[in-house]
């Protein structure tokens, strides 16, 4: 059978090219009366036109150089109020940087456009900020968390941040979805990052600030709901830094994670090289069950299940970015993700059949499974003027990852045993490109342009057979084909105090999957992702945002892929290569009535959605498939809300969210209608004893939860923690303790059709974890990873 899909419309690759738009205008109302105040605005930038991040600005007297006004301001915007026309001093200064002072007469509002600050080549030590900046923020929807000169930027890794952002959830397996909109697309300096166990190898020191953007416009692929943008830290001299870390876990196992991270600056080239060792070892119970509804019997099948985990992981990073001029930068980087996994599982698997004796089998698993991946990126870009630039990206990447399982299946009430072994192996390839132009269009609008073409080649291969005689029961070749050709095209213009952010993209994407030299997939086909986004500035600190965006969800290859993996005698996992992508029409509002609080309100229209469930299989209706199957139309209602508040030590951060699923189903000849309203509530407190010793704590709770056919119970997680800074703060020290009521399991359950199948999993979340890090030379990073090869990765 082949399965073939298209567009509205097909158009060839070398034909698609998209354009994009993006206008920023700021226009200065003058009053033309002398006793009106007046008001200077402007942008503070280093040398490389970025903006600085925390900076202080003055107006003084020109006679005296009395301060008239001032104020300490965040990520390079500033606006001073003048009482009065006259003869005014202008100061900027920021703590690794040069002092600016501009003499100048002011007569009417004024906008200074760009203004830099040179950085210092003085070798300071490092030094207390007392006041520390507030952590969150709301502008144009999308909320800012500053990492610099926080509680936040002590914490260890980069998921030890996120799990501290507002609407971000993180689950025992350290997978990142935002409250409503499912897994993001994630950035560091503006390159994607590939697979997220990267992140868990960055600092949180590295990093200066994170930003999350629920309704990202067309610039972003059309897979990508929402966005998290990364900033990090750049070193401001040349020297030679390294840094030392080890993470050390005590729970039911022990846990180490342990890296050394080596840069250095010299002139134009700056190196970079990374290597962390991961040993892991758990321990995680497991209680399975499922319900087999037929018309004449029902077969119940659970089992407890103890999985022992081995763990080896090795992480390596080189990179190098070469400066040809003040304008033209060239960047290099190969990095390698080794994944060594050795686990362990003993089943009793009880199986209960009407009117028939209880079947009770205990069932052994031996896996190894290796994952390799090796990815190499070049990147260009050209700085034309402050706001000009091109840039190109290339990637490549290669995983590999082959898996072996024994499984010995002893059956005491027949008095039986068997053996079997299956062999998995996939092999992947992913070629990207991207290129995006960037200018200013008729000196009035901020214009951009960008294609991105993708390529992934997949091979697998699955082998199964009873032992000792190696008789084959089950062989599969699956050979899978995936291109993408993408542009998109943006406008922005400001009006007054009304922003407009408009964009379009164009997909064209073929797909081709052959299972044993079958063609069962055939997909060519071209779709339109349009956004829109309206900003209502109402005064300095309240705002109201409006945005629409279309956007799509295709199927990862695990979901496509025709592989059997075993689960027990009466179970087994398996792709779905006839799914369809699911489409997002998602109509938000935002509003910010005050500085530190804000709401949102999101209602979002699903087609085609994707859901992992059970079926029967359609020859042995006995026996249980999970797999991935399309429903055709959802809907979902999400609101949210945000604030924080700080005083002297002291600072308190709470997020709050509830979603509305509606979704229909077939559920024993019948139909079921999920509209159970779920909601999460998070809580941050930080307390500084001293200036070098921080005790905070958060909590987190999530209610009875549907995602889609999925439903999943209540869970909490209170967390504790204190860190101090020694040896003229070059050595942090950091204990904490994760989950200590152990609550945060995510226990889950599932309805569909004529099958209930569920899962008690007792993960490893209640532990102590001792986080140490020394800086020689005051760590700073220099070399941003980059790679836009993340979205094509995540798929595998």
């Given at each position: 059978?082949?399965?073939?899909?298209?567009?509205?419309?097909?158009i060839?690759?070398?034909?698609?090219?998209?354009?994009?738009?993006?206008?920023?205008?700021?226009?200065?109302?003058?009053?033309?009366?002398?006793?009106?105040?007046?008001?200077?605005?402007?942008n503070?930038?280093?040398?490389?036109?970025?903006?600085?991040?925390?900076?202080?600005?003055?107006?003084?007297?020109?006679?005296?150089?009395?301060?008239?006004?001032g104020?300490?301001?965040?990520?390079?915007?500033?606006?001073?109020?003048?009482?009065?026309?006259?003869?005014?001093?202008?100061?900027?200064?920021?703590?690794?940087?040069?002092?600016?002072?501009?003499?100048?007469?002011?007569?009417?509002?004024?906008?200074?456009?760009?203004?830099?600050?040179?950085?210092?080549?003085?070798?300071?030590?490092?030094?207390?900020?007392?006041?520390?900046?507030?952590?969150?923020?709301?502008?144009?929807?999308?909320?800012?968390?500053?990492?610099?000169?926080?509680?936040?930027?002590?914490?260890?890794?980069?998921?030890?941040?996120?799990?501290?952002?507002?609407?971000?959830?993180?689950?025992?397996?350290?997978?990142?979805?935002?409250?409503?909109?499912?897994?993001?697309?994630?950035?560091?300096?503006?390159?994607?990052?590939?697979?997220?166990?990267?992140?868990?190898?960055?600092?949180?020191?590295?990093?200066?600030?994170?930003?999350?953007?629920?309704?990202?416009?067309?610039?972003?692929?059309s897979?990508?709901?929402?966005?998290?943008?990364?900033?990090?830290?750049?070193?401001?001299?040349?020297?030679?830094n390294?840094?030392?870390?080890?993470?050390?876990?005590?729970?039911?196992?022990?846990?180490?994670?342990?890296?050394?991270?080596?840069?250095?600056?010299?002139?134009?080239?700056?190196?970079?090289?990374q290597?962390?060792?991961?040993?892991?070892?758990?321990?995680?119970?497991?209680?399975?069950?499922?319900?087999?509804?037929?018309?004449?019997?029902?077969?119940?099948?659970?089992?407890?299940?103890?999985?022992?985990?081995?763990?080896?992981?090795?992480?390596?990073?080189?990179?190098?970015?070469?400066?040809?001029?003040t304008?033209?930068?060239?960047?290099?980087?190969?990095?390698?993700?080794?994944l060594?996994?050795?686990?362990?599982?003993?089943?009793?698997?009880?199986?209960?059949?009407?009117n028939?004796?209880?079947?009770?089998?205990?069932?052994?698993?031996?896996?190894?499974?290796?994952?390799?991946?090796h990815?190499?990126?070049?990147?260009?870009?050209?700085?034309?003027?402050?706001?000009?630039?091109?840039?190109?990206?290339?990637?490549?990447?290669?995983?590999?990852?082959?898996?072996?399982?024994?499984?010995?299946?002893?059956?005491?009430?027949?008095?039986?045993?068997?053996?079997?072994?299956?062999?998995?192996?996939?092999?992947?390839?992913?070629?990207?490109?991207?290129?995006?132009?960037?200018?200013?269009?008729?000196?009035?609008?901020?214009?951009?342009?960008?294609?991105?073409?993708?390529?992934?080649?997949?091979?697998?291969?699955?082998?199964?057979?009873?032992?000792?005689?190696?008789?084959?029961?089950?062989?599969?070749?699956?050979?899978?084909?995936?291109?993408v050709?993408?542009?998109?095209?943006?406008?922005?213009?400001?009006?007054?105090?009304?922003?407009f952010?408009?964009?379009?993209?164009?997909?064209?994407?073929?797909?081709?999957?052959?299972?044993?030299?079958?063609?069962?997939?055939?997909?060519?086909?071209?779709?339109?992702?349009?956004?829109?986004?309206?900003?209502?500035?109402?005064?300095?600190?309240?705002?109201?945002?409006?945005?629409?965006a279309?956007?799509?969800?295709?199927?990862?290859?695990?979901?496509?892929?025709?592989?059997?993996?075993?689960?027990?005698?009466?179970?087994?996992?398996?792709?779905?290569?006839?799914?369809?992508?699911?489409?997002?029409?998602?109509?938000?509002?935002?509003?910010?009535?005050?500085?530190?609080?804000?709401?949102?309100?999101?209602?979002?229209n699903?087609?085609?959605?994707?859901?992992?469930?059970?079926?029967?299989?359609?020859?042995?209706?006995?026996?249980?498939?999970?797999?991935?199957?399309?429903?055709?139309?959802?809907?979902?209602?999400?609101?949210?809300?945000?604030?924080?508040?700080?005083?002297?030590?002291?600072?308190?951060?709470?997020?709050?969210?509830?979603?509305?699923?509606?979704?229909?189903?077939?559920?024993?000849?019948?139909?079921?209608?999920?509209?159970?309203?779920?909601?999460?509530?998070?809580?941050?407190?930080d307390?500084?004893?001293?200036?070098?010793?921080?005790?905070?704590?958060?909590?987190?709770?999530?209610?009875?939860?549907?995602?889609?056919?999925?439903?999943?119970?209540?869970?909490?997680?209170?967390?504790?923690?204190?860190?101090?800074?020694?040896?003229?703060?070059?050595?942090?020290?950091?204990?904490?303790?994760?989950?200590?009521?152990?609550?945060?399991?995510?226990?889950?359950?599932?309805?569909?059709?004529?099958?209930?199948s569920?899962?008690?999993?007792?993960?490893?979340?209640?532990?102590?974890?001792?986080?140490?890090?020394?800086?020689?030379?005051?760590?700073?990073?220099?070399?941003?990873?980059?790679n836009?090869?993340?979205?094509?990765?995540?798929?595998?």
């Amino acid at each position: 059978m082949v399965f073939s899909c298209f567009g509205k419309k097909t158009i060839y690759t070398n034909n698609l090219i998209k354009y994009c738009v993006s206008i920023y205008i700021v226009f200065s109302v003058s009053f033309f009366s002398s006793a009106q105040k007046i008001t200077i605005t402007g942008n503070l930038n280093d040398q490389t036109h970025n903006p600085i991040e925390y900076f202080h600005a003055m107006l003084l007297s020109s006679n005296d150089s009395i301060l008239i006004v001032g104020g300490a301001f965040l990520d390079g915007n500033f606006e001073l109020i003048a009482p009065n026309k006259g003869d005014y001093i202008l100061s900027f200064s920021c703590l690794g940087y040069q002092s600016r002072h501009e003499n100048m007469s002011i007569t009417q509002n004024t906008d200074l456009g760009e203004i830099r600050l040179k950085q210092t080549n003085l070798n300071l030590k490092e030094v207390n900020i007392a006041a520390r900046r507030p952590s969150f923020k709301e502008k144009r929807g999308k909320i800012i968390m500053n990492v610099v000169n926080t509680s936040i930027s002590d914490l260890g890794s980069t998921i030890d941040v996120l799990e501290r952002a507002p609407g971000v959830i993180i689950d025992n397996q350290n997978n990142i979805s935002v409250f409503g909109k499912g897994s993001p697309l994630i950035f560091i300096d503006d390159k994607e990052v590939v697979v997220n166990n990267e992140l868990e190898s960055i600092q949180s020191d590295d990093i200066a600030s994170i930003e999350i953007d629920r309704n990202p416009s067309a610039v972003y692929s059309s897979n990508a709901r929402s966005v998290i943008r990364i900033k990090t830290k750049k070193a401001k001299r040349d020297q030679l830094n390294v840094q030392a870390y080890n993470y050390a876990t005590f729970a039911r196992k022990f846990q180490n994670f342990t890296g050394v991270k080596v840069n250095n600056t010299k002139g134009k080239l700056s190196n970079f090289f990374q290597f962390a060792y991961e040993n892991t070892k758990l321990k995680t119970p497991t209680e399975n069950f499922q319900y087999n509804y037929q018309q004449n019997y029902t077969i119940q099948n659970n089992s407890n299940t103890t999985e022992n985990l081995k763990r080896n992981r090795y992480i390596l990073f080189l990179g190098s970015k070469y400066s040809i001029n003040t304008k033209n930068e060239i960047n290099f980087q190969y990095s390698y993700n080794g994944l060594y996994d050795e686990n362990n599982t003993l089943s009793v698997q009880k199986i209960n059949k009407t009117n028939e004796l209880e079947d009770i089998r205990r069932i052994t698993n031996h896996t190894n499974e290796d994952r390799e991946q090796h990815n190499s990126n070049i990147n260009y870009k050209l700085e034309i003027d402050s706001i000009s630039y091109y840039s190109l990206s290339m990637d490549f990447a290669r995983i590999s990852a082959p898996s072996k399982s024994n499984i010995q299946e002893l059956n005491p009430t027949q008095n039986s045993e068997l053996q079997s072994k299956i062999l998995n192996s996939n092999t992947y390839h992913v070629y990207t490109l991207n290129s995006r132009y960037q200018y200013s269009l008729l000196s009035q609008f901020k214009s951009a342009v960008g294609i991105k073409l993708a390529q992934i080649e997949n091979s697998g291969n699955t082998e199964s057979t009873y032992l000792p005689n190696n008789d084959i029961f089950y062989q599969g070749r699956n050979v899978i084909k995936d291109k993408v050709l993408a542009g998109y095209f943006t406008v922005n213009k400001q009006l007054r105090n009304v922003n407009f952010d408009v964009g379009i993209r164009l997909e064209h994407s073929i797909t081709k999957i052959k299972s044993n030299r079958e063609t069962v997939v055939d997909c060519n086909s071209t779709d339109v992702f349009p956004s829109l986004l309206i900003n209502y500035q109402i005064d300095k600190n309240k705002h109201i945002t409006f945005s629409y965006a279309k956007k799509n969800s295709r199927p990862s290859f695990s979901e496509l892929n025709p592989s059997l993996d075993y689960i027990d005698s009466l179970s087994y996992e398996q792709g779905n290569p006839l799914l369809k992508p699911t489409i997002y029409h998602s109509f938000a509002l935002d509003y910010c009535p005050l500085k530190k609080l804000s709401f949102s309100a999101e209602y979002t229209n699903l087609k085609n959605t994707i859901l992992f469930t059970g079926i029967n299989d359609p020859v042995n209706p006995d026996i249980i498939k999970h797999t991935a199957i399309n429903i055709d139309r959802s809907e979902k209602i999400n609101f949210m809300s945000n604030y924080s508040y700080s005083v002297n030590n002291y600072s308190f951060f709470i997020s709050n969210g509830v979603e509305f699923p509606i979704i229909n189903a077939p559920y024993l000849n019948s139909e079921i209608k999920i509209r159970r309203a779920s909601w999460y509530s998070q809580i941050k407190n930080d307390i500084y004893l001293n200036k070098n010793i921080l005790l905070y704590c958060k909590f987190k709770y999530q209610s009875k939860t549907n995602y889609d056919l999925t439903i999943m119970r209540n869970r909490y997680n209170l967390s504790c923690g204190i860190q101090t800074k020694i040896l003229q703060k070059k050595l942090l020290i950091s204990l904490s303790a994760n989950d200590i009521l152990n609550n945060y399991n995510a226990d889950w359950y599932n309805k569909y059709q004529n099958i209930k199948s569920g899962q008690l999993r007792d993960h490893d979340t209640s532990y102590l974890r001792l986080y140490i890090r020394y800086n020689f030379n005051n760590f700073k990073n220099v070399f941003n990873k980059k790679n836009m090869n993340s979205e094509e990765l995540n798929r595998l």
